[in-house]
């Protein structure tokens, strides 16, 4: 795993880069992490990447590697000033692409995000940012700075539970209804019985948040199923 320092409104920020071993890399994805910071889960989904052939790499919202934190009360406060405030996150976010695309020369190159790094990842397709496909896991759909006719560039993945209490319905409906007023190319995975944060077995201990495995495991061969139909293209 190899560290990468680069840097956004004089914020010095650190991406985690893995390639697959022994292997040609078939494309390159970016990797958002979630509010508490980039902790295990993320360092795990860059390994199982790097397996399945992709450089990974991981950027950096919050400065110096995004620790990740533990109590709710830090977690959210760190969090919400980038969620209330979506040209500095997409400033950051863009930050991160460009570390990205400078340490991974591919043709190919996609990004996942999980909880709010789903939010990061959308983010990114729906100010035009260039990449194949888009795959977010119980990332936020609210868009106060809705995508415009034509300017999504990446399809799009959302992968979400019906119990997720940050995900409602209206939620869903109306991120649907922005993905086609923009003419994106998009698809919504709906999994009954599933809280926030269902990719992580760390997921934090609150109300509404919980690891799934069923949900884990298909919203995985999805992304999978969804990176290769791009990639053929």
């Not at 400078?102 to 789903?118: E, L, M, P």
Request: proline share 5%; aromatic share 10%; net charge negative.
């Amino acid at each position: 795993m190899e560290t990468i320092a680069y840097s956004e409104n004089g914020v010095s920020l650190t991406g985690l880069l893995v390639r697959p071993e022994n292997a040609a890399v078939r494309a390159g994805v970016l990797v958002c992490h979630e509010g508490p910071g980039r902790g295990g889960h993320i360092q795990r989904r860059l390994e199982m990447l790097a397996e399945l052939g992709y450089a990974a790499f991981a950027l950096d919202v919050f400065g110096d590697g995004s620790q990740p934190e533990t109590e709710r009360e830090k977690i959210f406060g760190r969090l919400m000033p980038w969620l209330e405030n979506r040209e500095a996150l997409r400033a950051r976010a863009a930050a991160g692409l460009d570390a990205f695309q400078n340490a991974v020369k591919t043709d190919i190159a996609f990004a996942i995000g999980y909880c709010f790094g789903g939010t990061v990842a959308l983010e990114l397709a729906r100010m035009g940012a260039a990449l194949d496909g888009v795959a977010s896991f119980h990332g936020g759909l609210k868009a106060p700075v809705p995508a415009r006719p034509g300017q999504v560039n990446a399809a799009v993945l959302s992968c979400v539970g019906t119990e997720d209490p940050a995900i409602p319905l209206e939620d869903r409906t109306a991120f649907e209804a922005e993905m086609i007023a923009a003419g994106a190319k998009f698809q919504t995975l709906l999994f009954s019985g599933t809280m926030h944060s269902f990719t992580n077995k760390d997921a934090p201990a609150m109300p509404g948040f919980g690891y799934n495995a069923w949900a884990d495991q298909q919203s995985w061969a999805a992304m999978q199923s969804f990176f290769q139909a791009l990639e053929a293209r």
